[in-house]
Every structure is written in structure tokens, then in C-alpha cells.
């Protein structure tokens, strides 16, 4: 695997390839989620590209910058071993040489949901990703399903900027109890991890209800973020969406929809989502 930290370094090393490239773009701390998408990304093109890039512009004031796990060498060896061509592993000062003036602004749809707890995120998201597709130039870029809005988002810069880019969303790697795997999972006491598989059950119950013909949308909403916070969760929200645009559904028979939550456990703040099927069914 070559490893490469200068952006003309990676240019040249991709132009000896000159081959279909798949690219997953990652801020480290890598888990077998990672892992998986890199793996799928083999499917995809003949040359893996895999960055790690702890992007500041992402990170809010009250967000966890500072304290994100930096695992570079762990993260060497993972990607090593799961068969990615090159890593790019550009330090601060490479992919922001000057203050980064120009950004890629989210429309104003997207301030809902995370868009709504986390502002300037999705800016500082698209502005990076925008930036790691212009320098590596892929054919098809992998993203996990559970970032979903952060998935929809890159979808609608991709096509809205006329990116020659295909964008596959990989499903979501869970462990064994339902949990979805996650970098912030790390930031859980022993106490808190056991309580964690308690946001995925939640969205099966709902999912289980809307594909059985529950129509009380708010109602379930608010059961589920009410039974998070009776057991210590502090919940931002629990949403049902439609898959298409991530906006309320307009009545009970607009689908498919997916339902999405985003609560902190302690000091992590986790999210998940599960799509729902349009006639039944997950």
C-alpha cells in the first residue's frame, strides 16, 4: 500500500494507475465498518483509494475535535490488510494551506435533522469531500448508510455539481446486539454500551409498526424519544422521513420513508437509521 501526505505526490502516483478508482474518504479511527466499505470498494473499481483526514471544518464549537480518537497506525495496518492500493493522509496545512474561504453551502432543506444540532456541519462535510474528489479524481466513492443525511447530501452535490462520480451508500455494519458501529463508540463506559443496542431496538419497533400499517407517525416519534430519555439518553431527535428527500411524509401513504434518530449516551453522541420498505416488509 503507498502512502502518500502531499496532494502532487498522490496526483502523480494516481496518473501511473490509470485505472477505474474507487475512493472512501474516512477521518480514521478505523472499525470493521470501515473495513467493510473498503472491501465493497474493490467491486467497484481496480485502484482503492482510502483517505484519513481529521476535517476541522465539520466540527462545531461544543463538537469533539479535539478529543477524536487519532489512530494512524492502527489505521495503516487495517487498511493494509483489507487490500487498499493508496492512502492519502494529508496533514492540516496540505488540504488548507490558506483559510478555506470558498465552501459548498447545503441547501436550506438539509437544516433539519443534523442540519439542525450540528450547524455547518454538512458545509464543512461537502466542502472537504468536494475538495478529496477534486484531488483524487475518483470514478465511484463508497459512504456508509448511516451517516444517511450526510449521504443524501453528497448525493444531491454530486449530481447538482455534474461530478462525474457514481456514489454507493454500503449498509450499515452493526455488532452482534444491533448497535451501529461507529468511532464514537469509544467514548462509551462499560455500563453505557449495554445500554446503547437500545436506540437500534427502538427504530426496529418502529420500522415493524409503519411496514404493519401504524400510521400514527408522531405518536411513535415520541414513545421512542421519550423511552431514550427515561433511561439516560439526552435525544435530539427521532424522525420519520421519506428516503427520497429526507421531508416529512405528506400522509400515510407516502413512502418508502426511513426513520432516523440521533441521541447522546453519555459522551457519545450516536445516531442510526433503518429504511423502511414502501409495501411492508424492511
Not at 438539509?110 to 475518483?138: C, E, S
Not at 427504530?203 to 427515561?230: H, P
Not at 407516502?254 to 416488509?281: F, H, K, Q, T, Y
Request: charged share 25%; proline share 6%.
Amino acid at each position: 500500500m503507498q502512502i502518500h501526505s502531499s496532494i502532487p505526490e498522490l496526483r502523480s502516483a494516481l496518473q501511473q494507475q490509470r485505472r477505474r478508482i474507487a475512493f472512501v474518504p474516512t477521518m480514521g479511527n478505523l472499525h470493521a465498518g470501515h473495513i467493510a466499505l473498503m472491501q465493497e470498494a474493490r467491486a467497484h473499481g481496480d485502484t482503492v483509494v482510502a483517505s484519513v483526514f481529521v476535517n476541522r471544518l465539520q466540527f462545531g464549537p461544543n463538537d469533539d475535535f479535539d478529543r477524536y480518537p487519532r489512530t494512524f497506525e492502527a489505521d495503516c495496518e487495517k487498511l493494509l490488510n483489507a487490500g487498499v492500493d493508496l492512502l492519502f493522509a494529508p496533514g492540516e496545512n496540505e488540504l488548507y494551506p490558506e483559510p478555506q474561504e470558498y465552501h459548498v453551502e447545503p441547501p436550506a432543506s438539509q437544516n433539519q435533522l443534523d442540519g439542525t444540532f450540528r450547524p455547518g456541519h454538512f458545509r464543512g462535510v461537502a466542502t472537504v469531500v468536494l475538495k478529496l474528489f477534486n484531488i483524487v479524481q475518483p470514478q465511484v466513492a463508497l459512504f456508509g448508510k448511516k451517516d444517511y443525511q450526510q449521504l443524501m447530501v453528497l448525493r444531491n452535490m454530486t449530481r447538482q455539481l455534474a461530478l462525474p462520480i457514481e456514489i454507493v451508500g454500503s449498509e450499515t455494519v452493526r455488532a452482534a446486539d444491533g448497535l451501529a458501529l461507529s468511532s464514537r463508540n469509544g467514548y462509551l463506559s462499560p455500563g453505557e454500551r449495554a445500554e446503547a443496542p437500545r436506540l437500534h431496538r427502538l427504530l426496529q419497533r418502529i420500522a415493524t409498526a409503519v411496514a404493519t400499517g401504524d400510521t400514527d407517525f408522531a405518536g411513535l416519534e415520541a414513545d421512542a424519544a421519550a423511552e431514550l430519555d427515561r433511561n439516560g439518553w439526552r435525544t435530539d431527535y427521532v424522525a420519520l422521513r421519506r428516503q427520497a428527500d429526507l421531508q416529512p411524509p405528506r400522509g400515510a401513504d407516502d413512502r418508502p420513508l426511513v426513520v432516523l434518530a440521533a441521541s447522546r449516551l453519555g459522551n457519545a453522541r450516536l445516531i442510526d437509521n433503518i429504511e423502511i420498505a414502501a409495501c411492508g416488509g424492511r
